[in-house]
């Protein structure tokens, strides 16, 4: 089975940074997604970690403890285009992707 | 490389009739899974598609149905549409599936509205 948990809302200021976590139990598990999904658009890929650590991709990084089943999507010096919805989804090796609620990110002047 | 499309993109229905909708994936991707997205309840995963094949399939009612082409062009179909099958349905694909390193492309969805 799944069980997702990802908070619902952060708001930050512009430059500031945010860390937004997941934690999961995943029956099967073999990685971990993060998606971006802006207001009325289709969810764009983001990260995907397998191993256990730090995965950074210019301001956008991910983490992954699998012993934990926790992950969390780091975005630093926050843009107005950053407001977004974030998806994390852990992925099963019954080729299912199963996916948080989101957290909506509301980035301030 | 063109995108995953998705057609139609709007709907209205009444209770009670079918729908079909379908998904042309990226040239190459294999993989063609469905979602449902709504407010309340989030994405949540129908069913997975490779190599005509269905893979895997979610919780959801017999009433949501799909398949696969040949040329991995899927459809998925919804009987006896009720008011809480309103929602965006959301096409993804990828080379193999999703497992262990294939990113999902997903499409513009379509916007079924049911009244």
């Known amino acids: 089975g799944q069980n997702i948990d990802q908070p619902t809302e952060m708001t930050a200021t512009e430059g500031a940074i945010v860390q937004i976590n997941c934690t999961y139990q995943?029956?099967?598990?073999?990685?971990l997604f993060w998606y971006q999904q802006h207001a009325g658009e289709a969810p764009t890929f983001l990260s995907y970690?397998?191993?256990?650590g730090l995965e950074e991709k210019g301001r956008f990084s991910s983490f992954l403890s699998r012993s934990k089943g926790y992950s969390y999507l780091l975005l630093k010096e926050l843009q107005m285009k950053d407001s977004a919805s974030y998806l994390c989804?852990?992925?099963?090796?019954?080729?299912?992707?199963?996916f948080g609620a989101g957290t909506t990110v509301t980035v301030r002047a | 490389k063109a995108g995953v499309t998705q057609t139609p993109r709007y709907l209205i229905k009444t209770r009670g009739q079918q729908v079909t909708l379908s998904c042309s994936p990226i040239?190459?991707?294999?993989?063609v899974s469905w979602y449902q997205q709504t407010p309340g309840q989030g994405l949540q995963f129908l069913f997975e598609?490779?190599?005509?094949?269905?893979?895997n399939k979610g919780n959801f009612p017999g009433r949501f149905s799909g398949r696969q082409f040949s040329n991995s062009r899927s459809e998925m179909n919804v009987s006896t549409l009720e008011l809480g099958d309103s929602a965006l349905y959301l096409c993804?694909?990828?080379?193999?599936?999703?497992?262990?390193?294939?990113?999902?492309?997903f499409g513009p969805g379509t916007r079924l509205t049911v009244t």
């Open positions: 040239s190459g991707h294999r993989s």
């Open positions: 995943t029956s099967g598990f073999n990685g």
């Open positions: 598609y490779f190599s005509e094949t269905q893979r």
């Open positions: 970690n397998v191993l256990d």
């Open positions: 989804a852990p992925s099963s090796n019954d080729y299912k992707l199963s």
């Open positions: 993804a694909s990828s080379l193999e599936g999703t497992t262990p390193y294939y990113e999902q492309y």
